[in-house]
């Protein structure tokens, strides 16, 4: 007699033999989850698997990942582009079954997880994008935006404090079509949790606001069944399913212990637990009865086009909705992009105001933002100080269909929140905090980058020229650890046409996130000819260049690139000759190519200074052991801007000493 349980012992199976295999990996989770991923995946899950990035589709987040074999054998098992073969490659180099999810690697995959807690927060960005979308495009009897976001988590998402953080945020949201299951297992690799997490899960989440359904059996099918059904029938609020399940399930002497969480259960307990769950066939083999409940095909092809047909009716009679919409899913700029920034080129080009890169910033959104739709920005609890709103900006905490979030002080939760809202498309997000405060977010920006995920990242207060806050909010090593962040694009413009040219940058980058950092203190407007101005885009230029023989390169960014100026001019009237070039985004200029870097920084020239106020030792690389660096090896102190670069060595007269020593000493 058939028997769903062995769809369920299905998933069990491949988890335990594939880590088995790999001699590493996490068996527990996917033999505890099991029964709930077949009922969810069977009865409810919308998706198409030969068309894993079909619109509408649900979106499915394993937050804890580690348990990702239960996600690839439900990916292989209803039709995905993932074979018995990929599976035998677990955890192995250039697979598609990574040890963790990850986007991109895998037919299937969301969003990158494992480390904990994120997932729940990328999917509070994929249902907030869900919802703000449809209000920006569905009509009474087209509802080309209605999916649901389904996350798995564990005991663990929920002890990280990006939970609460974002959990928080989606019950003021009232973020219906957002359902968590919540595998309550009790175990973590250290053990039984009572010790350490004893907390009330159901009265922390309904002081959120979300809808709770509690004590559910998680291996009971049809407690589960009617657990989802109940879900989704919820409205104006989230919802969390607690399922009780036993870590390991079947596994005779590791089931509901640490010892199945995060190591291969050997093959002896592997044996056992096959003979209790009847299961007689080979390692990897699966039966095509099995394959044939499983398989998904027809039903996601189904799906998917009767959604088309609902497209081709609403594209008629919504033909300028319709070609908004694909231009936002297809990651499209207008078709004026370029006329609109050359535009505002022309127009800051002869502006010459001398104001803060953050207003600056500000005022770019405001004449970027009518054109560019899909920006949805937000900050975190400081948009006076980030200067991140514009005068078309509309809350989403109050007008679900705004286009700008209070996120509240939740840096951390922000930074992912915006990367879900980035994976599930439509969107562009940018998101601002203070530079110091990146480092509430780091693992959420670094995520970021792994992704390839298009978000901007605006970080102001980007020195110890913020002042007199001190220490505690001046930024030291926060730019070189962005700089060193894979794929990650880093902008420190010295002005309104470089910030605009940064912006211009992050709008047009489609495959990772650009981090504009930005000072609180106006900065004097550096005049630039034609060939400069175009020359921005590359990331480092030449701004002064007094003769072909030179005898010192002067090199900065930003805030400092005025006083290397300044001190440029008195040195070529010393009669030195001097070049100065802002380098705004090192990343950007070294991806140029040799000829171009060879022009701006020839090599034979070793006598050069790097003047910024951050971490000094990035420069290196740069100057060489020949040349120096006014930069900072020490925390900030307390005292208005102008005192500290005094202090710190940022003035004419240090660096005009510094240079003339440097050119006199023989290298």
Not at 10 to 17: F, G, K, Q, T, Y
Not at 115 to 126: C, D, E, N, S, Y
Request: one cysteine or more.
């Amino acid at each position: 007699m058939f028997s769903e349980k062995k769809l369920a012992n299905a998933i069990r199976v491949l988890s335990m033999d594939s880590v088995q295999l790999a001699n590493s990996g996490h068996p527990g989770m996917p033999m505890g989850m099991a029964d709930i991923a077949e009922v969810l995946w069977r009865d409810f899950f919308k998706h198409n698997p030969k068309n894993p990035l079909w619109d509408n589709r649900d979106r499915f987040i394993l937050s804890n990942g580690h348990g990702s074999m239960l996600l690839y054998s439900l990916l292989h098992l209803t039709g995905y582009d993932l074979t018995i073969s990929d599976l035998k490659k677990f955890r192995q180099l250039n697979s598609k079954t990574p040890g963790h999810p990850e986007v991109g690697q895998t037919p299937g995959i969301e969003t990158t997880t494992g480390p904990l807690g994120q997932g729940i927060a990328v999917a509070v960005g994929m249902a907030l994008a869900e919802r703000t979308l449809g209000l920006h495009f569905n009509k009474p009897d087209y509802k080309i935006v209605d999916h649901y976001t389904w996350v798995f988590a564990g005991d663990g998402c929920l002890m990280e404090g990006i939970s609460h953080e974002v959990c928080s945020l989606a019950g003021t949201l009232q973020l219906e079509k957002l359902i968590l299951f919540y595998d309550k297992n009790n175990i973590s690799i250290d053990g039984k949790i009572h010790s350490w997490f004893s907390e009330n899960v159901k009265k922390r989440f309904e002081s959120y606001n979300w809808h709770v359904i509690d004590n559910i059996d998680g291996h009971d099918r049809k407690a589960i069944f009617n657990a989802i059904y109940d879900a989704k029938l919820i409205k104006k609020k989230p919802v969390i399913i607690i399922f009780n399940t036993v870590i390991g399930f079947s596994a005779p002497n590791k089931s509901g212990t640490a010892d199945s969480h995060g190591s291969p259960l050997g093959e002896e307990e592997i044996l056992l637990s096959k003979k209790k769950l009847n299961w007689k066939y080979k390692k990897f083999e699966i039966p095509n009865f099995i394959y044939k409940e499983w398989n998904a095909e027809k039903k996601g092809k189904k799906l998917e086009e009767n959604w088309n047909k609902m497209f081709v009716e609403y594209k008629k009679m919504y033909p300028n909705l319709a070609n908004e919409y694909m231009r936002r899913m297809n990651k499209k700029l207008p078709e004026n992009w370029k006329k609109i920034t050359n535009d505002l080129i022309k127009k800051l080009k002869f502006s010459k105001k001398n104001i803060s890169t953050r207003q600056a910033s500000q005022e770019i959104i405001e004449y970027f933002s009518p054109h560019i739709l899909e920006f949805i920005g937000g900050s975190a609890d400081l948009a006076p100080s980030n200067l991140t709103k514009w005068s078309g900006s509309k809350s989403i905490n109050k007008h679900f269909s705004g286009n700008y979030i209070h996120y509240g002080v939740r840096e951390f939760g922000m930074t992912s929140i915006a990367n879900g809202i980035s994976q599930h498309g439509g969107f562009i997000p940018y998101t601002a905090t203070f530079l110091i405060f990146s480092e509430y977010a780091r693992n959420a920006v670094r995520m970021s980058a792994l992704m390839k995920t298009r978000h901007i990242l605006i970080y102001t207060h980007d020195s110890i020229g913020l002042g007199e806050d001190g220490p505690t909010h001046q930024p030291i090593e926060q730019l070189s650890n962005l700089r060193s962040t894979p794929n990650m694009s880093v902008w420190r413009p010295a002005d309104c046409l470089e910030t605009l040219f940064a912006w211009k940058y992050a709008i047009e980058r489609k495959n990772g996130p650009t981090a504009l950092i930005l000072s609180r203190q106006n900065l004097n407007f550096v005049q630039r000819s034609s060939n400069q101005i175009e020359n921005i885009k590359k990331g480092g230029y030449i701004i002064i260049d007094s003769s072909e023989k030179l005898d010192i390169i002067l090199i900065s960014t930003g805030s400092e690139l005025g006083l290397v100026i300044l001190s440029a001019k008195k040195l070529i009237r010393l009669g030195y000759s001097v070049r100065v070039v802002s380098l705004p985004s090192v990343d950007v200029f070294e991806s140029q190519n040799f000829s171009y870097q060879e022009s701006v920084l020839p090599k034979k020239i070793k006598k050069r200074i790097v003047v910024e106020a951050s971490f000094s030792d990035y420069w290196y690389k740069y100057v060489g052991l020949e040349g120096d660096i006014i930069g900072m090896k020490n925390f900030g102190e307390s005292a208005p801007a102008n005192d500290l670069f005094k202090k710190f060595g940022f003035t004419v007269e240090n660096i005009i000493e510094k240079s003339i020593n440097l050119i006199k000493k023989k290298i």
